[in-house]
């Protein structure tokens, strides 16, 4: 009989607006291809840019937020596996999900720590220097942590992450398993030629606060030099969801352009010469860096920006933290033509050594049959993540009761 897997989603995926987005349609079409008969289910609204999950033979279905209906909705479906998209879901959904299919097993999705990018925007705030025990310390991260352990397994998008896990938190490794973004090399293409090109470009979802911090950190300390040296260089913005404060950044006359959503990423990623990243914070992957080196633009970033992508010293490109620098080296990148060649090879290099989808498919699936057929063992191996949720679930299942009863109409 075919199996179910049923995505409790935080938003429908919109895989043309974030990274988060292409990662949750690459997760369903693996399950998909794997003979799993899907359910998408969320309680945000489907948005003007969702995916129409029907075309995958997906069935989409809405949830209510602290209501018993979501328990009957999910007996009826049955499902065998339950991925939870983002810890925040788990933390609302785990213990309906526990109660009503105690069998299923449960995956977290984390798209990335949230603690760490937390953590880390804190510390850029408050202009103090980041360290692993304001990081343990967070109450994000003990949240997050708590997610992890009551579920089966969590999926890892970077590998740098997956180690702090294991290394700072301790977290077992059995517990984790790494797939990060993937491609086809199919996909891999040079695209327009060096002298073909022009301009830098920036993208990244605005909603997203480390795109957003990145945008007015460009503009404040970035882009006043690279303008020193290039005075005739533009910056070609791109991003879903702006804010009129994002849109009020747009500068022509000093070749400042903000534009919204893109509606062809590889468009407007190929005929730029460099693409920006100058991240202060953040977590994950960043998609739009695993973009650049796809579609053969070489690209400037941060520590931050390059984390989980390819170590510091091999970076195909220009890796700086200080603004000054960071403009400088950018603008060399940008000129220099033997090492934006270089570069961009470097970025091919890395895709294929890293991120093709025909290495991570198998090891995925195969890593996934083995942890499924010792689903017994490994609960009860996991006595932190069963005494988690038994406490959990006293105090989230009393919490949401008195909201669904709070939320219910009365009599006048």
């Known amino acids: 009989m075919r ?12 895989p043309e607006s974030s990274a988060a987005g292409i990662r949750m349609m690459q997760l369903l079409e693996l399950f998909s291809e794997a003979g799993y008969k899907l359910v998408f289910g969320s309680h945000a609204a489907r948005g003007d840019f969702s995916a129409d999950l029907s075309r995958m033979d997906i069935t989409e279905i809405s949830f209510c937020l602290n209501d018993s209906r979501f328990d009957d909705q999910i007996r ?23 109660e009503a299919v105690p069998e299923a097993f449960r995956i977290l999705n984390t798209e990335d ?42 999926i890892m998008i970077s590998e740098a992450e997956n180690r702090i896990l294991t290394e700072v938190l301790n977290v077992p490794e059995e517990l984790l398993l790494w797939l990060p973004i993937m491609t086809d090399e199919s996909r891999i293409s040079s695209g327009p ?15 997203h606060p480390p795109n957003r911090d990145s945008v007015q950190y460009l503009k404040k300390k970035i882009w006043p030099e690279i ?12 991003g879903s969801y702006p804010a009129p404060a994002d849109l009020q950044l747009n500068k022509p006359e000093d070749g400042f352009y903000v534009h919204g959503r893109a509606d062809s990423v590889k468009e407007v ?25 796809q579609f053969g633009t070489p690209s400037a970033t941060t520590e931050t920006g390059a984390e989980g992508i390819a170590p510091p010293e091999s970076w195909p490109g220009i890796l700086e933290d200080d ?25 091919f290099d890395v895709m ?7 290495d991570h498919r198998p090891r995925f699936l195969n890593s996934l049959n083995d942890v499924l057929s010792d689903k017994l063992n490994r609960r009860l191996r996991n006595v932190t993540g069963a005494m988690l949720r038994y406490e959990t679930m006293q105090a989230t299942k009393f919490m949401s009761r008195w909201i669904e009863e709070k939320n219910k109409p009365r009599n006048s």
């Open 3 to 14: 199996k179910t897997a049923l995505f409790i989603g935080s938003v429908f995926p919109e």
């Open 76 to 98: 009826e479906i049955n499902p065998d596996i339950v991925i939870f998209d983002r810890f925040m879901t788990e933390e609302q959904y785990g213990w309906r999900v526990s």
């Open 113 to 154: 720590l949230h603690s760490l990018r937390e953590v880390r925007q804190h510390c850029v705030k408050n202009e103090i220097p980041f360290s692993n025990q304001l990081f343990v310390q967070h109450e994000k991260t003990l949240r997050e942590l708590a997610s992890i352990y009551r579920c089966d397994l969590t």
């Open 193 to 207: 030629d060096f002298s073909e090109r022009e301009g830098f470009v920036m993208i990244g979802n605005f909603r």
């Open 227 to 238: 303008r020193k040296r290039l005075p005739n260089a533009t910056v070609h913005i791109y």
């Open 269 to 293: 990623i190929e005929k730029a010469r460099v693409l920006l990243a100058p991240l202060r914070f953040g977590a994950g992957l960043k998609g739009k860096l695993l973009s650049a080196m």
């Open 323 to 347: 603004p000054e620098t960071f403009a400088k080296n950018a603008v060399e990148l940008y000129q220099d033509e033997l090492l934006w060649r270089t570069s961009q090879k470097g970025g």
């Open 352 to 358: 294929r050594r890293r991120f093709l989808k025909k």
